[in-house]
DNA sequence: CGATTGACGTACG
DNA sequence: TCGTACGCCAATC
């Protein structure tokens, strides 16, 4: 993410997604990764807000790459179906079950590693 | 402008 | 391991 990303230029909406687009595909990461990732530590709640109004985001955002810590799929009712988030997580090759990401360690993705070299 | 709310995270028992 | 409690902070009511 460049440098020119902070709340005073850009919304801290757009820094969310910003960051959630640069997650690769079958890859995922936590919201508390993502808020770390912008600086505003802490926020992690604050990102699952953004999440709510990333589906009128352009272009839009793959929120379904972002879950929680556990790797649960918290917000899958925030799609159109219950398996909306699943499916589109399941197209990338990330196995879901119960409503978790398998092997959510290893798939983890750091905002951080990719966002430091800035 | 104070109170409420969250797609979270950590601490504690 | 699981459930509860609380902190976090911006947006919304």
Redesign the pocket.
């Known amino acids: 993410m460049p440098q020119n990303l902070n709340?005073t230029t850009i919304?801290?909406?757009e820094m969310v997604y910003a960051v959630v687009r640069l997650i690769p595909r079958g890859r995922v990461t936590?919201?508390?990764?993502v808020?770390n990732s912008i600086g505003?530590?802490?926020?992690?709640?604050?990102?699952?807000?953004?999440?709510?109004?990333?589906?009128t985001a352009r272009p839009k955002?793959p929120?379904?790459r972002?879950?929680?810590?556990?790797g649960?799929?918290?917000?899958?009712?925030?799609?159109g179906n219950n398996n909306e988030?699943q499916m589109l997580l399941e197209k990338e090759g990330i196995k879901v079950a119960e409503d978790k990401v398998v092997e959510f360690k290893k798939l983890f993705w750091n905002p951080l590693i990719e966002i430091k070299i800035k």
Request: charged content about 15%.
């Open positions: 709340k919304d801290f909406f936590s919201y508390g990764a808020a505003t530590k802490g926020t992690s709640r604050m990102v699952g807000w953004a999440m709510n109004a990333s589906h955002v929120a379904h972002v879950v929680n810590r556990n649960m799929l918290t917000g899958k009712h925030h799609f988030m």
